[in-house]
Each structure stands twice: as C-alpha cells, then as structure tokens.
C-alpha cells in the first residue's frame, strides 16, 4: 500500500465508528476517553486492522461499574469481575496507557473492600467481595507507581494505595509466613491462579475452610514456600519504598531493607542453583520440581540481575524444548511428562496463557532484552491476526484459540503487543518509544500486516508513526520530523525531542536517520543503544542478543 494512502486512512479513521455500536450507557464516557488518547492503528492488512478494533470493541464490554457508579476492569469471559492477580494489576497497568480513568477505579476498588485485618479481596463482582484466597502475581505497587508517573502525579490517589498495600503487607506477613522462612506460603491451588496445574496436585483448590489464613492440617506437603508469591512481595516491597519517598514518608529505608529480606529467603528456599530455577519446597523441604511459568513470574518481579535472566534465556524461555513454543509461552515445561498443551479448558498444566504473555514484557524490558521479546511479539500477533474470540489461551502448536471468550487479558494483549512492536508507547519514566517494526508473516507466509499507521495524543501533541520495510517517519502535529531505518527504536521526550536509538533487530541496522534537517549515518546492533547529542550518536549499552537453543 501507498504510504500516503495508509497514513491518510489512519487519520481519517474514527475509533468509535470502528468500534461499532456500543453496549451499554457507561461505554460512551470510556470511548470518549479513548478518543482523548488519539490512539488508532491502520494496516496494509485490512483484517488485521479489522481484528485490532474488534479488540477494542470487546474491551468496552469488560468495563463495566461495579462496587460504585464508576466503570472499572472485569476479567472478561466467564469471569465476571476483578481479579486482584490479573485484573486489578497487570491488565489495569496496560489499560493505563489508553483508558487511565478506570485503571484508576480498578486499583481502588481493592483498597475500598480491604478488611480492618488487612486482607484485600482477590476479586470483587456485582454480588460484592470474595476474600477466600489470595490469588497474588503481579505487585500491585508496581501498576500504582507506574499509573502514578504517566498520569500527573496525583498523590491522593497514591497516599490512599500506599496506606492499603501497607496493611496487606503486614497481614501476608502474620499469616503466610507460618513456617518462620521470610519466605510467602502457598495454601491452595488458587493463592497463585494455577488452575489445574501439576505444581498443586494432590493439594486442595481453596485454602481450609475457605479461610485464607488456614491450610489443610492432613496435607502431607502444605504450606509450600512459593517463589512466584514471595518474589511478589520482594518486589511490592520496592516499589513501596519508592512510594515512601515520594510521599515524604521515613519508612524508604525500612521497606528497601525487607525487600532484602524477602530476596534473601526467596534464594535461600526457592533456588535451586544446579537447575538454576525457582521451586516451591514443600512442607518437608522437598522441591516440588515442576517447571512452570512461575520462573517467569520471578522474573517479571525484577528478581535477579541480568546474567540471572540471560541464564534463564538460554536454559528455559528461549528453548525449544521448554517453554519456548511455536507460540510461547507454554505454562509448563514441554519436556516435563505432565505437559498437557490443550487449551479448550482453563489449564495452566501446559497452554500457553494470555496472563502469561501480558506479564512477559516487563521481564524483558527490564534487563533491555528488547530483540528477544519481538520473538514473543512476532508469532503471538500472527496467532491474533485470525482471532475472533479472544480466549484465555492459546494452542502452543497451532495457536488456536482456546477456553472462553471477551477475555481482557487476551484483548490488552493485542492492544499491548501493537504499541509495542509497531506503535508510540509512552513510558512512566517520561521517555516514548517510536518502534520500527512491523508484524511478520509466520503462518503459511500469509501476511499480518506489511505496514502499520499508529498515532498517539501525549500532553496535547499528536504523534503519528508511519512503519514500512523500506523505513519509517515518525510526525509530529502532522509534520514529518524524524525519518529512520527500519529495525530501530526510537527514544523521545514527552515533547518529542529525540534521545536514543535502540537496535530492535538481530542483525546490525544501518542506514540514514533524519532529524533536524540533518542526516545521521547510524548503525546500530541488537539490543545496542545509542545515545543522541547534537553531534550525533554514541554507543552507550552494547549488550549483545541471546539466541535460541533447542535443549
């Protein structure tokens, strides 16, 4: 397609049009909100773009008021309400981006309903709050602290969160640390969402009694020592120090200090250095050895330097014969003989889950594993490019839908992975990314998208980035005013002025960046930055790329 033809589509394109007629009264303000953020996507693939819309139509009927007159997140598909593990975390902080108002009431409804002892409910519905479990992934300080920064800084919002999550932090800490590890205990199948997964064989569904304080006495294995949950709150414990400091609190140091703690027993139990994975160590200090996503959830809570991840690349996310899929990833290791890879139920015993693939950025972000998440991106958008339902998981061999449908996760996820990988994504420590890429053709050669139109509103001034093959302009209120090489990423301010490249690609990018009226002879490696100055760039992390391995 004409470049001229798609970026005039994109402009003309009006998301509530597209997104069709709307459901309920509520959904008008939360289109309007959306419309606010100046974010639309073209494609040279017209169902691909048709799947995109499709994505935000069905969002509208996850956001519903609940618990209040406000609009907040529900989980979608069968799960009619707000999950504190999902939902009220990691699909409020993407959400974030585009609809910040009902992340915002998201996060809240949980400090709302917490009880006097501190127990947050894991999920809230229309018949009101359910607290027979924890349910615990993603930190919730992490979504606040990001929602804080992209959106004005309102310290209301952020006092009121911190005084909740203090309180949670005190009850886990009275009544899942029973066995005096530091470490954060697993009661039942549903304290960490695994449904159905062998690491809960042979262990009750529910924590004793449906009492979230309890575990069944006659368990032979109970309490576990749970990596995934005690990596949560090492990481919650971070971003509450953080939180300290903005707010003008004295207890930085005393939050930094046990998240020390909380690593320390997390290494300590939870490690196993000749595997170089994390295990649950039952109640007779056995490892439950189970390879499961919950290396994953480890990670994404900023566990480990980046030698820890690279290690965790090459032995287990980038293999083939482990998490790494046709459709990655898989939520048990596919050499383990339990490894069940249907998705038509709700299974984290193998499918690869939408939960999974949403949490997954942040883990490689965080150690600049940039090239190797576009290897998730990549065959993930072309499993969605086909997608009519957006269920729970997908097949990890044919990447065909799965287990429900209307599934935010699922759908954030595409909303998420475009921005990403071919879109303008606005970051909470102030920078844009302009990515120049755009999805590729995986399944029978057919085409997702050969090129991409995305804009983006950012404190008033329209962005729009036009992606090809042949290169890439990014425009700013309407004029073009960086022209770059494919296969790069750049890094603005909020106000556009250009600070970095990144190499988005495996191989080396060369060619003429253009700024300024001034041509720059750029060639930059996988995962290299390059730092812009008026004189022109200068390697500043050259990091190198981690390849696939097969066993």
């Not at 609809?99 to 409804?109: A, F, K, N, R």
């Not at 999974?356 to 991106?377: D, G, M, N, P």
Request: with cysteine; proline share 5%; aromatic share 12%.
């Amino acid at each position: 397609m004409d470049n001229e033809l798609l970026l005039e589509r994109l402009r003309t394109t009006s998301p509530e049009e597209r997104a069709g007629e709307l459901g309920k009264a509520s959904d008008q303000p939360v289109m309007e909100e959306w419309t606010r953020s100046g974010v639309k996507f073209a494609a040279s693939s017209q169902g691909f773009e048709d799947v995109y819309y499709s994505a935000l139509r069905k969002l509208m009927d996850c956001i519903v008021p609940t618990g209040g007159a406000d609009p907040v997140l529900h989980e979608g598909g069968i799960y009619l309400g707000c999950w504190l593990e999902s939902t009220g975390t990691i699909n409020a902080e993407l959400l974030s981006r585009f609809i910040p108002s009902v992340s915002e009431s998201t996060y809240q409804l949980f400090a709302d309903y917490q009880l006097e002892d501190g127990l947050m409910p894991y999920k809230i519905t229309g018949q009101g709050p359910a607290y027979r479990q924890i349910q615990l992934v993603t930190p919730l300080a992490r979504s606040v602290w990001n929602h804080y920064l992209l959106h004005g800084r309102n310290k209301q919002f952020l006092g009121k969160m911190f005084g909740a999550m203090q309180r949670y932090d005190k009850w886990l800490a009275v009544y899942r640390n029973t066995r005096g590890t530091g470490c954060v205990e697993a009661f039942s199948t549903f304290d960490t969402g695994h449904d159905l997964s062998p690491r809960f064989w042979h262990i009750p569904d529910t924590p004793h009694l449906d009492d979230p304080r309890q575990y069944n006495p006659d368990s032979p294995t109970l309490p576990l020592l749970a990596p995934d949950l005690t990596a949560n709150v090492y990481c919650q414990r971070m971003y509450l120090a953080r939180i300290a400091e903005e707010l003008g609190e004295t207890s930085a140091a005393d939050w930094i200090s046990q998240a020390e703690q909380s690593k320390a027993s997390l290494f300590k139990y939870c490690y196993d250095e000749t595997d170089a994975f994390f295990y649950d160590l039952d109640n007779n200090d056995q490892f439950v050895r189970v390879q499961s996503d919950v290396l994953l959830r480890v990670l994404a809570c900023e566990v480990g330097d980046r030698g820890l991840f690279d290690t965790a690349l090459r032995r287990y996310l980038l293999n083939s014969s482990k998490f790494f899929a046709k459709y990655p990833f898989t939520s048990i290791a596919m050499d383990d003989p339990r490894f069940d890879p249907f998705s038509s139920y709700n299974s984290w015993g193998g499918p690869s889950n939408f939960l999974s693939l949403i949490r997954t950025a942040h883990a490689f972000e965080h150690h600049q594993r940039y090239v190797e998440l576009t290897w998730v991106l990549y065959p993930i958008l072309a499993a969605m490019s086909n997608m009519k339902r957006f269920s729970q998981a997908l097949s990890p061999w044919t990447g065909e839908e799965g287990f429900t449908q209307t599934y935010s996760p699922a759908i954030l996820c595409m909303l998420d992975y475009v921005e990403r990988l071919c879109g303008i994504l606005p970051n909470p420590d102030g920078d844009i990314w302009f990515t120049g890429l755009v999805p590729y053709p995986l399944d029978h050669g057919a085409e997702v998208a050969n090129e991409t139109a995305y804009s983006r509103t950012i404190d008033g001034t329209e962005f729009e980035l036009l992606n090809a093959r042949r290169g890439c302009t990014a425009y700013r209120s309407g004029e073009a005013y960086i022209r770059f090489p494919f296969g790069i990423r750049l890094v603005t301010d909020r106000e556009g002025r250009l600070k970095a490249v990144i190499g988005m690609s495996v191989r080396t990018v060369e060619g003429t960046l253009t700024y300024k009226g001034r041509d720059y002879s750029i060639a930059v490696k996988g995962n290299e930055r390059l730092d812009f100055t008026d004189g022109g760039f200068a390697s500043v992390s050259d990091i190198g790329v981690v390849m696939p391995t097969y066993r």
